[in-house]
């Protein structure tokens, strides 16, 4: 089956910089769609960053100039550059592939930004 796993969440000092990524394995074509969303524990599921598989970038307000969207098609992996992070960052972050009639989704990494 298809699946998405994230990697390189972690701590991180306010003002700090990460980078996650997520490949995908299984039966797969290059998806149409990849992206990023986060979850802070009894808060609503929200929207981080897009990017279509010829490489058109979407960002959430809160991450623009902050955050960077990149892919790798023949790869299968999406990426996310964090810059500046801030305590309000701090969430579990999900990636996804979208092809044309269902998503799939990772199972989440956990990224902390504390002093």
């Known amino acids: 089956q298809v699946q998405l796993v994230e990697s390189g969440g972690g701590l991180v000092q306010p003002g700090g910089s990460l980078r996650l990524s997520c490949a995908a394995s299984?039966?797969?074509?290059?998806?149409?769609?990849m992206g990023w969303d986060r979850q802070v524990p009894g808060k609503q599921r929200e929207l981080v960053a897009t990017?279509?598989?010829?490489?058109?970038?979407n960002y959430a307000d809160f991450v623009k100039g902050r955050f960077t969207i990149s892919r790798d098609n023949a790869k299968n992996t999406v990426y996310l550059q964090m810059n500046s992070l801030k305590s309000e960052d701090t969430a579990v972050y999900y990636c996804?592939?979208?092809?044309?009639?269902?998503?799939?989704w990772g199972q989440g990494t956990q990224v902390t930004i504390a002093s």
């Open positions: 299984g039966s797969v074509a290059t998806f149409y769609f």
């Open positions: 996804y592939g979208q092809t044309a009639i269902v998503t799939f």
């Open positions: 990017i279509s598989s010829t490489g058109s970038a």
